[in-house]
């Protein structure tokens, strides 16, 4: 029997906060960049949050086990994880951290169209159709409405704006995997253990290769570091896990959509990002678009009344 709940007030300030959280995530990369490579700081970042996991389920008692039958679908999530945020980490040399964080957060479109190709079950509807063409409409309004100001941060930003979007399509090829292998049964805890070893194991021989090793020692990017590695990639998902144990999934999916709303202002704000109007007119209808593929359980009783009884609805 299934005695997750729906949403109260607890579950909703916990999943604000996280959405915050994850927001700064790429703010924070992109404010130490100078100082410390997002890429390795990723790779190092994946490595501590991954020692604390482990301590974790031994502190709990949990066994901690990589299961032979999760061993090849373990390593291709580990794999797409590392290369997401390679992509993030280049993204970030070239382009705004609000840019990223949008077009990372296509993830669930991605992941939306690969489940409706894989799983009978998860095969989408009018309303989500609508919402991922919505969303697509958004993308390339974002994408080709540019004004002369594209050049900048020493390269060019609808590269940068390019690659985080395959980031985000990178994403989302993880939550197939996951939904779609043998992790889909597995402990949550073992699918976050792949991700994070992958992520050190092919991030910092990437940085290295590519000559993106600096990392400067001082209380500023070791701040930022314990940032990432303790409150975002091990704290947060410890709390996304509880809240999946004990809420509904599909209603704290619905937040999903906050976190690139929280990247785009915290980027002004804190980074003092310029945006221009074509970049803003096409996140929100990708927000938008996300709202209406992650949100259906609650948009489609309205979407069903629109749709055989407009007159009613409109009155």
Avoid: N
Wanted: charged share 10%.
């Amino acid at each position: 029997m299934d005695t997750r709940q729906p949403l109260d007030a607890r579950a909703s300030l916990l999943m604000l906060s996280l959405c915050l959280l994850w927001s700064l995530q790429q703010i924070s990369l992109k404010a130490v960049a100078g100082q410390a490579s997002p890429m390795l700081m990723v790779g190092l970042r994946s490595a501590v949050a991954a020692l604390l996991l482990v301590g974790w389920m031994r502190l709990r008692g949990e066994r901690v086990v990589l299961q032979r039958a999760h061993w090849g679908p373990g390593l291709v999530v580990g794999a797409l994880f590392a290369l997401e945020y390679l992509l993030v980490a280049a993204a970030l040399q070239l382009t705004h951290a609000s840019h990223v964080v949008v077009f990372l957060y296509t993830a669930p479109l991605f992941a939306a169209l690969g489940l409706q190709w894989r799983l009978p079950s998860e095969r989408l509807d009018a309303l989500q159709w609508t919402g991922i063409s919505v969303a697509f409409a958004g993308i390339a309004i974002a994408f080709l409405s540019r004004g002369p100001g594209a050049q900048a941060l020493g390269g060019p930003v609808l590269l940068g704006d390019l690659l985080a979007l395959l980031a985000g399509a990178s994403w989302g090829a993880t939550t197939v995997t996951i939904r779609c292998t043998t992790l889909s049964t597995a402990p949550a805890a073992e699918t976050l253990l792949y991700q994070l070893l992958c992520a050190f194991a092919l991030l910092v021989p990437a940085a290295w290769l590519t000559g993106q090793t600096h990392f400067a020692l001082s209380a500023h990017t070791l701040g930022h570091f314990a940032f990432q590695a303790v409150v975002v990639s091990f704290a947060s998902f410890l709390v996304w896990f509880w809240l999946l144990r004990h809420y509904l999934a599909s209603r704290l999916g619905v937040f999903s959509f906050l976190t690139p709303v929280f990247g785009v202002l915290l980027g002004i704000w804190l980074l003092g990002e310029p945006l221009e109007a074509s970049f803003l007119a096409g996140s929100a209808l990708v927000l938008l678009g996300i709202f209406m593929v992650s949100a259906g359980g609650w948009l489609r009783p309205w979407w069903d009344r629109l749709r055989d009884h407009p007159q009613t609805v409109r009155r």
